[in-house]
């Protein structure tokens, strides 16, 4: 007799050049396409137009590089996570390779239902000055300095961003990590963020933001979920 026990994976994607132009919903039918063309024993939804059953981690915002776009995924059978690998790695799109796999031991039915925060890393393609730095760390923190314009305040988002690695980052280089809080009903836009960067300290050269990871905070910490060794 059939198990009827259902064996999660957590699949890790980057998405890179053209990709980071592709919409949150045609990034869900690349994915189920992919896996269709698979050999892996997916678990189907029920009804007249079975699916594979899938969960996605929040939407990656339009012009947004990432390497942590993460999907969950349901087996009827008990794979190595290479089997799994190997059966998907060929599968996907230029621009948007699986990086890792992870079986999952998890009760939540859905366990992005605990992200509650993203990092993402801010590149600017020139050597800032000490001066660039100071102002881009005195609007994230919320204290705007002399030469900034008026009107730019990151109250305008409704979210809590923070720089992290602050030392590092005033050392003087070419990019910071910022971490953005996500909010029922809100989605950070770091490509947005990147464009008022520019506009408010009239930088040289738009800064490219990426996705690094999806974070937890509490009080006094930020802890990466699903981190794969």
């Not at 605990?114 to 800032?128: G, K, V």
Request: with cysteine.
């Amino acid at each position: 007799m059939a198990s009827d026990r259902n064996f999660t994976y957590m699949l890790k994607f980057a998405r890179q050049d053209f990709a980071r132009y592709i919409a949150h919903l045609d990034w869900i039918r690349i994915v189920q396409s992919s896996l269709d063309r698979s050999s892996l024993p997916l678990v189907y939804t029920e009804g007249y137009s079975p699916k594979a059953k899938l969960k996605f981690s929040p939407p990656l915002p339009v012009g947004c590089a990432s390497e942590c776009e993460l999907v969950l995924i349901f087996l009827t059978e008990n794979l190595s996570e290479n089997t799994v690998l190997s059966s998907l790695e060929n599968s996907m799109p230029d621009g948007m390779p699986l990086t890792n796999v992870q079986f999952m031991q998890i009760s939540l039915k859905n366990p992005f239902q605990a992200i509650n925060s993203a990092l993402y890393e801010m590149l600017f393609p020139f050597e800032m000055t000490r001066e660039q730095r100071m102002k881009i760390l005195d609007v994230c923190t919320g204290k705007p300095i002399s030469g900034i314009a008026d009107d730019f305040s990151l109250e305008q988002f409704g979210l809590i961003v923070k720089v992290i690695n602050e030392e590092e980052y005033l050392d003087g280089s070419d990019k910071i990590n910022l971490v953005a809080k996500l909010e029922e009903g809100k989605t950070f836009h770091p490509v947005k963020f990147a464009i008022e960067l520019n506009r408010g300290l009239n930088l040289p050269h738009l800064p490219q933001p990426k996705k690094l990871a999806f974070l937890n905070i509490d009080e006094k910490v930020a802890r990466k979920l699903f981190q794969f060794d």
